[in-house]
């Protein structure tokens, strides 16, 4: 959790400022509060994603139920990057308001 928590610390500010970059002025607030609320409710669904997964490996009987836990997390967590990706590449351009 330590190392998830840095990773987002150090992440999430840029990522951030890149997707605000694309608004206009008007819309930073409003995009601040959708924001917030997301993580505030991703958080926690995570947390209770990670937990159900791993109480279904344990019950199934899963060997290793921990390592598996952890890799279907580490798989959500990369296809989470994938659209980070985007945000500064030409596709992301083409279809927001960035400035060219």
Do not use: K
């Not at 999430?12 to 008007?26: I, K």
């Not at 899963?62 to 296809?79: D, E, H, K, N, R």
């Not at 990706?85 to 927001?96: D, M, N, P, V």
Request: proline content about 6%; aromatic content about 8%; glycine content about 10%.
């Amino acid at each position: 959790m330590f190392t998830l928590g840095l990773g987002h610390g150090l992440v999430a500010t840029s990522v951030m400022a890149a997707a605000f970059r694309t608004l206009e002025p008007a819309a930073i607030p409003a995009a601040t509060t959708l924001s917030t609320i997301a993580l505030r409710l991703a958080g926690p669904f995570g947390v209770a994603l990670v937990a159900v997964l791993l109480q279904v490996f344990t019950r199934a009987g899963v060997a290793q139920a921990y390592p598996y836990t952890f890799w279907m997390a580490a798989g959500l967590a990369g296809v989470s990057l994938l659209p980070i990706a985007l945000i500064g590449s030409g596709t992301w351009r083409r279809s927001s308001s960035a400035p060219a």
